[in-house]
């Protein structure tokens, strides 16, 4: 299922919470919205997901608009999506198998199928066992898990994630990524996830919009972003999931930015894929009368493919410099030149 | 025969009580309830069924009769016990004026029990395509149950205080044993008797609220 918004304004009294969004999320992939909390990334889900209405503007879900649907028609449309939550909102008076049962009850399934679908989806999310518990019993990943079981019982065709993974630690959140992009597969889901955090953006998504000031400020692949960061607030997002993953650990996570020195670092450059295995460094140093001494380092993950970086001092004449910085340009592999202290 | 003389009007009055605690209460949350779940939907604040003109209006009319005083408001209401009942003197036609005494007082007890569940479950109920009567029936009501336990609770024992004063003016039950004999007629151990009897009453309901109650939040 594609979504298709078409300028899409929102003012809650006098802040313009989303202005003007067009944004077009293809069929069949995770999609990243990432903006820092006051970017208007709940109000423009709320409009996405149906829950309120757009002052101006449209909403598309394949080329039926849905922004206009009223009462009967707008509680069909919103049976057949799914949607899971920061804090998850799983009703505390039932047990876990019958919170996945209401989504079902409220259409009306019949008492044996909604028993055998409810068992399949605790299957699917791994908690077949828990199924009688209270939900207050459950940890945070176990309460998502179910909360994304409940989500996916009416088989809809799109999931919104509103900042699904914000409350859990690190390993849960990972673990429940790696659900949601199974699950994403298996049932050919469009889903879209609104979070503040660009790990989460590494780790499950396709493309990504960056949100910022209630309007989409840039938007592309996951690995456009990450390796041509174009505006200050997605360089940002960048920086800080550097530092904060060094600062996490320098040696037990693989693939992580690890500082050996805390001072300099004057460049950042980015390879993306099958560059990260060239020795361009040793070549420029070779070519120009320039030296390298490499402050940090270290690879990014994305689904697909992966971007190494460095930080870096390059020392030496300063034409020479000049020279090797465009070269390594040429050469596809971007160089940023950070303002001392802003790696940390 | 003075201890028998007091155990058979404190039970016939003990009865009267009951039954008119009992019968009120019903009906004071067969109009209470309705009205205390359309204070909390039609609230904007809560968003469930926002109309903001009719909670307005609701609102005046429960504080209006809330703080109305119990005993004017049922000398108020004894010709309306009168067309429903048909008399306006005894421990049936005490019930019409308590139960209606009583409604806004259920009403603001449920409607503060509905306002304290979590707004973020009832997005979440709305966004998987629930009718408003789903989110009432389904959501806002199991998910209250424990805080409208406790409010029931306090509606008993509010309603067992008011039975107690209809009492004075010829309502029956153990309010109004204690003036015709303890006051009136200086039975100062009738008085004392029927004291403790309400005293019991409310001590046991109390309890009960309260197990019932913790015994809900338990089970979560």
């Known amino acids: ?344 | 025969m003075d201890i028998q003389q007091i155990v058979n009007l404190v039970g016939t009055a003990t009865l009267q009580t009951l039954s008119m605690v009992f019968f009120s209460t019903v009906f004071s949350l067969i109009l209470g309830l309705p009205l205390g779940i359309l204070l909390c939907v039609t609230d904007p604040a809560t968003g469930i069924m926002p109309k903001p003109v009719l909670n307005q209006i609701l609102t005046r009319i429960v504080n209006v009769l809330r703080s109305f005083p119990f005993i004017i408001l049922m000398i108020l209401l004894f010709p309306l016990a009168r067309v429903i009942v048909g008399t306006s003197i005894g421990t049936t036609a005490t019930i019409v004026p308590l139960s209606i005494a009583a409604a806004p007082f259920v009403a603001r007890v449920i409607e503060s029990a509905l306002k304290e569940v979590d707004p973020g479950v009832v997005q979440a109920a709305r966004a998987m395509g629930s009718t408003n009567f789903q989110i009432i029936m389904k959501v806002l009501l199991p998910e209250a149950m424990p805080s409208l336990v406790s409010g029931i609770t306090l509606t008993i024992i509010n309603l067992i205080g008011y039975s107690a004063m209809a009492g004075a003016i010829g309502g029956g039950g153990l309010g109004d044993l204690a003036i015709r004999y303890g006051y009136q007629r200086f039975r100062t151990d009738i008085m004392v008797v029927s004291v403790i009897v309400i005293l019991v009453l409310v001590e046991v309901i109390q309890v009960i609220g309260t197990k019932i109650s913790s015994h809900l939040i338990a089970k979560r």
């Open chain 1, 1 to 344: 299922m594609q979504i298709r918004l078409n300028s899409l304004c929102r003012t809650y009294g006098d802040v313009h919470a989303v202005q003007n969004v067009s944004l077009t999320i293809p069929s069949n992939i995770i999609f990243g919205i990432i903006g820092k909390s006051g970017a208007g990334k709940s109000s423009l889900v709320r409009l996405i997901s149906l829950l309120e209405k757009p002052d101006s503007g449209e909403v598309y879900y394949d080329d039926e608009r849905v922004d206009t649907l009223e009462k009967d028609a707008l509680i069909q449309r919103r049976r057949r999506i799914g949607m899971i939550f920061q804090n998850f909102n799983l009703f505390s008076s039932r047990t876990a198998a019958r919170n996945v049962a209401y989504p079902l009850e409220i259409c009306g399934t019949p008492k044996d199928e909604i028993k055998r679908r409810v068992s399949e989806l605790l299957e699917l999310v791994g908690l077949a066992d828990r199924g009688n518990a209270p939900v207050s019993t459950l940890s945070g990943g176990q309460k998502q898990r179910i909360a994304i079981a409940r989500a996916l019982a009416t088989k809809p065709d799109i999931l919104f994630c509103d900042e699904a993974t914000s409350a859990l630690d690190p390993q849960t959140t990972h673990s429940i990524l790696q659900l949601i992009r199974d699950i994403q597969k298996k049932m050919n889901l469009t889903v879209v996830m609104i979070t503040h955090q660009m790990e989460v953006v590494r780790d499950a998504c396709e493309q990504v919009a960056v949100l910022d000031g209630g309007s989409v400020v840039e938007q592309g692949t996951v690995e456009e972003l990450f390796s041509h960061p174009k505006t200050a607030v997605t360089k940002d997002f960048l920086s800080h999931i550097s530092s904060q993953d060094a600062i996490d650990s320098a040696t037990e996570k693989e693939g992580e930015l690890v500082r050996w020195s805390n001072d300099g670092g004057e460049y950042a450059l980015r390879f993306v894929g099958s560059k990260t295995g060239e020795p361009v460094l040793s070549r420029l140093s070779r070519k120009f009368n320039v030296e390298f001494n490499i402050r940090a380092g270290g690879i990014q993950r994305l689904p697909e493919n992966e971007i190494g970086t460095l930080l870096t001092d390059i020392s030496g004449d300063k034409k020479e410099v000049e020279a090797a910085i465009a070269y390594l340009k040429e050469q596809g592999i971007i160089v940023e030149k950070l303002s001392k202290g802003e790696a940390d």
